[in-house]
């Protein structure tokens, strides 16, 4: 049985956001859990044949993944080894699990039928070679499912992520047009939509992250932090990624948080997530 402080470890919350930097079904929110338990629903309803989950975590994704019809078999791959570890004594039956770095993945050229890549691509330092690299050991005939924040939602006109494991975030024109490099792009999906004004609230948390930096170095922050508490009565909210164990989603959940077409953002609103559905170039 995993202990807390080995799933601690596996989720890894930053503690100036409360910010995990990996999902851990049954230990991290329903909601959160849910939306990425959607869109791994979502991926196998594409996938087929011999499927590389790239960024797989501790692995549950490849676990749904494994469950659909047209997949013979999935790898969960993933550069962190302890992840893996948890992943294959939770999932192993059902998947196989390999550690590397996505900028070199060790298979053959077009041996894969399909690559699921959800939100992993903003959390290297090169998304072009892991793009290359993709394109590389994808077969002609095969399908990749690459979703990313939309960064519209998430940090739009700011330099750099609010989310401090995230290298880079793309808005959507940008993220379509470096994926078209490499693939071609039959179908865009969005996911957790949410208002124009939703933009204008990621700027207002924006303006406060930059403020509560600004405290920081100054040496100040650690005084709000008590005063705040102070004023709670000396409680604290359950962070994002906390430990303690929470129901894994329902099934209803999963349903309400499933990808939707995205055909015009005024009319729809925005997503938080956008996913982009592609083949390799024909030749």
Request: charged share 20%.
């Amino acid at each position: 049985m995993t202990s807390n402080d080995e799933i601690d470890a596996l989720l890894h919350v930053d503690p100036s956001s409360n910010i995990p930097e990996r999902i851990v079904p049954g230990h991290t929110v329903r909601d959160e859990t849910a939306d990425h338990m959607a869109r791994y629903g979502f991926a196998a309803t594409r996938a087929h044949g011999a499927t590389l989950d790239l960024g797989s975590g501790v692995g549950y994704g490849a676990a749904i993944i494994a469950t659909a019809q047209p997949v013979d078999f999935v790898i969960a791959f993933d550069i962190s080894s302890s992840a893996l570890a948890f992943g294959k004594s939770s999932y192993g039956e059902r998947v196989s699990f390999v550690t590397g770095d996505a900028r070199a993945l060790p298979f053959p050229e077009n041996s894969l039928d399909s690559i699921v890549c959800l939100e992993a691509i903003e959390h290297v330092p090169d998304a072009r070679r892991v793009l290359e690299e993709i394109a590389r050991v994808l077969r002609p005939e095969g399908v990749l499912i690459v979703s990313t924040p939309n960064k519209w939602a998430t940090s739009p006109l700011s330099r750099r992520p609010m989310n401090p494991y995230h290298v880079c975030e793309w808005y959507p024109g940008a993220f379509k047009e470096m994926v078209a490099t490499y693939f071609e792009i039959e179908e865009v999906v969005g996911q957790s939509w949410h208002s124009i004004g939703f933009t204008l609230q990621a700027l207002r948390r924006n303006i406060r992250r930059h403020v509560k930096a600004f405290l920081s170095r100054v040496r100040l922050l650690g005084i709000a932090q008590r005063m705040r508490k102070a004023g709670r009565g000396g409680t604290q909210a359950l962070p994002r990624g906390a430990s303690s164990a929470v129901d894994v989603p329902a099934r209803e959940e999963v349903l309400a948080a499933w990808p939707r077409s995205w055909t015009s953002t005024m009319k729809q609103g925005i997503p938080i997530t956008m996913i982009v559905i592609a083949k390799p170039h024909r030749t």
